[in-house]
């Protein structure tokens, strides 16, 4: 097993949780271990295997922001002006997880709305991938939320 009872993990598509539970679930007639995440005020049941923890991952640690810092504070790449491939790309980036990625979706669809206004979509996915890098970056540094979002703000406007 990768993740313990009590450590605090990153789910790709809910962010920051907790193993609280390891429990055995019988699903389709198979019985299987799962990790019960507790992410804010509800539960997800993660597979404990190869397939299952692919959508975990450990928080990034205090030592990587810098690079992620300079992934902020770089100039955004140009987004498509069609709206359905952006949304694929912006899925794409989301989907793997990882802070890189989302510090890319923040930093690109920011640069994006100072030219063309942002659907829905994009809002939305702006607002999630602003969230995760906020929750996260607070917990890997220690600091309050308010102060990762000045901060985040700050790096983005250059």
């Not at 030219?115 to 602003?130: F, G, T």
Request: net charge neutral.
């Amino acid at each position: 097993m990768k993740f313990k009872i009590g450590e605090q993990v990153i789910h790709w598509k809910f962010g920051l949780g907790e193993i609280v539970q390891l429990e055995e679930k019988v699903v389709l007639g198979k019985s299987a271990l799962y990790y019960v995440v507790q992410i804010r005020d509800f539960l997800i049941w993660v597979q404990a295997n190869e397939i299952g923890e692919a959508s975990l991952r450990k928080p990034t640690p205090d030592s990587e922001f810098n690079g992620l810092f300079a992934i902020l504070r770089s100039p955004g790449e140009t987004l498509s002006l069609d709206c359905l491939e952006r949304k694929q790309h912006l899925q794409d980036q989301m989907r793997n997880g990882k802070l890189d990625g989302i510090c890319r979706v923040v930093r690109d669809l920011t640069s994006f709305s100072s030219i063309k206004h942002l659907n829905e979509n994009d809002k939305s996915v702006l607002a999630r991938a602003r969230n995760f890098l906020i929750t996260e970056w607070g917990l890997s540094l220690s600091v309050t939320s308010d102060q990762a979002e000045r901060e985040l703000t700050q790096m983005l406007r250059g």
